[in-house]
């Protein structure tokens, strides 16, 4: 059968197939990794422990309302206690027991902190504890210093 336009009629008779050739790409390099890139560590929290911190979220809350204007959630806390902790390592007590309890409590920080403690040369090689135990034992520190007057203030 052929067409009124003699054009397609020519289409037809080559049968030109369209194939779509896709450019060639180079290997891609490796994509940097953002620098505010956090990274999320669950630590183990008893009943006290855990009203604790609940506690000093909610007295810190209009703190960092009025500081930054923006509301102060549990993990950012224990992330502002833990990078504070992290900075003043002479107020450790290595010396905490540790138990698992099945109850936990979250931190986000930065690769770069958590490096520090979890890292090859982190504090957690060093004492040679799990990454977990030595948060743990940072944050249990962070809390007895503000229950010995330690001030909110400074960790925001």
């Not at 931190?107 to 770069?112: A, M, Q």
């Not at 948060?135 to 007895?144: A, D």
């Amino acid at each position: 059968m052929s067409s009124i336009n003699p054009i397609f009629d020519d289409i037809k008779s080559k049968n030109i197939s369209r194939t779509i050739t896709q450019p060639k790409t180079q290997p891609a390099k490796p994509r940097k990794e953002r620098s505010d890139k956090t990274q999320n560590i669950k630590l183990p929290v008893d009943h006290i422990l855990h009203m604790q911190l609940r506690r000093y979220v909610k007295l810190a809350y209009p703190l960092y309302m009025r500081k930054i204007g923006k509301p102060l959630s549990q993990t950012k806390f224990n992330t502002l206690l833990l990078r504070y902790v992290l900075n003043h390592q002479d107020m450790i007590n290595w010396d905490w027991p540790y138990q698992d309890s099945k109850r936990y409590m979250h931190t986000n920080l930065l690769k770069s902190e958590h490096k520090e403690i979890g890292g090859p040369y982190g504090l957690a090689i060093q004492k040679g504890f799990s990454d977990r135990k030595t948060v743990y034992i940072m944050i249990k520190s962070g809390v007895q210093w503000l229950e010995r007057g330690g001030d909110l203030e400074e960790i925001l």
